[in-house]
């Protein structure tokens, strides 16, 4: 049987702030909100000591690291109350309530439920933001280790930026995703692209082809049965194949400084992925983790992030006193020493936003 325990670490909802997309922090939850999540906590206890697998390592045993109410979370969405209670009711969630266990063996977190929301709820949501950026570190690092005479297979490949690059770049590259809005996008771009759900590794692959190399960026994170893009990618890739995976960074610096972001808890991301987590969810589908690499953060970005949480400049931004830019720098400057002194600890351990594990396919047994 199952074994997750329900620590009340429900109280760090309350403590850490929460950033929104434009990196300001909104204002805390209402006294009723937060009532509502204690009361679920106990409700809850004994559901979570009967939790399900870690869906990386298979361990039993976890923690309850944080509750998330989705009608809450789908303010920070959007302001428009009748888009937040259609994503509500389209993230198909009993309750509306979503817990985070923290595997206790490989240190994943993943939803329970871990029921990830369809192509309706990612449809109005990505009317809504704008989540697919042009540039990635990973696209360019991937990229580099290319050579022009191999081919390429990109598992969620939104509307192309990255089949685009390989494209430029003389490599032979086709893609899927389970948003036809997007296979459409690739198709008018000139791309080769095919509508299909990682639920299955039975499709073909676009054109019957084996890719060398395997590509699946922001993904993973997305999945409610993350181990099936392995066994998709097994069954697509080329005898000699490599994977790359890039999921967000265990040491982003909103994870380093223990702020909540919305758009890395459920419903948009299921699981937040570790190093070990990486490794062992290939065990048993022939593929094998060679490397785990950390994006790289730069000074002034690391100064940006610890200068902009100091209580000063919160005071000053609460006061509506920084929403002059000129003025903003001013006092970002004037906390850069002491930001720079409190950056020490963070040093060693904060990343850029995404960590890309490379994998190679091994020949061994492959686990049902
Ligand atoms: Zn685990």
């Given amino acids: 049987m199952a074994s997750y325990s329900a620590a009340p670490r ?16 909104p204002q805390a939850d209402s006294a009723s909100e937060r009532a509502s999540l204690k009361e679920h906590f106990e409700l809850n206890t004994e559901v979570a000591s009967n939790g399900s697998n870690c869906p990386a390592c298979h361990s039993t045993a976890g923690l309850v690291v944080q509750y998330i109410d989705l009608t ?12 937040q209670c259609q994503l509500t009711a389209l993230a198909g969630v009993p309750n509306h309530m979503v817990e985070m266990v923290q595997c206790d063996l490989c240190g994943l977190e993943f939803a329970k439920p ?35 005479s191999e081919t390429l297979g990109e598992l969620g490949c939104g509307s192309g930026e990255f089949l685009r690059l390989c494209q430029q770049a003389g490599v032979s590259a086709s893609g ?24 299955s590794d039975t499709v073909a ?8 190399v395997i590509v699946a960026f922001q993904v993973l994170e997305h999945l409610e049965c993350p181990r099936t893009l392995f066994t998709c990618a097994r069954h697509w ?30 419903p948009h991301h299921m699981t937040r992925w570790t190093e070990s987590a990486l490794i062992r969810i290939a065990e048993g589908t022939g593929w094998q983790c060679r490397r785990v690499i950390y994006e790289p953060i730069d000074w002034s970005t690391q100064l940006w992030w610890i200068s902009t949480r100091s209580s000063v400049y919160k005071l000053l931004q609460d006061a509506g006193l920084l929403t002059n830019r000129w ?40 686990a049902s």
Wanted: glycine share 4%; charged share 25%.
């Fill in 10 to 25: 429900v109280n760090r909802i309350e403590r850490e702030p929460r950033i929104q997309m434009n990196g300001s922090i």
């Fill in 72 to 83: 809450s979370q789908h303010r920070r969405y959007s302001e428009d109350a009748a888009l």
């Fill in 114 to 148: 871990l029921r990830a929301p369809g192509a309706a709820w990612y449809g109005l949501v990505y009317e809504t933001l704008d989540l697919y950026p042009a540039k990635r570190w990973e696209f360019e690092f991937v990229l580099k280790t290319l050579a022009p």
């Fill in 176 to 199: 899927v995703d389970f948003s036809q809005q997007a296979v459409d996008s690739c198709c008018r771009a000139g791309l080769i692209a095919k509508q299909i759900d990682l639920k």
């Fill in 205 to 212: 692959f676009p054109g019957g082809m084996h890719p060398e």
């Fill in 237 to 266: 890739a080329s005898p000699q194949g490599r994977l790359w995976i890039a999921v967000p960074s265990n040491r982003r610096p909103s994870r380093c400084l223990h702020e909540r972001d919305f758009l890395d808890e459920p």
């Fill in 327 to 366: 003025l903003e720098r001013l006092v970002r400057a004037a906390l850069a020493p002491s930001a720079w002194v409190r950056s020490v600890p963070h040093r060693s351990s904060i990343s850029g936003q995404t960590m890309l594990a490379e994998y190679v396919r091994t020949d061994t047994h492959i």
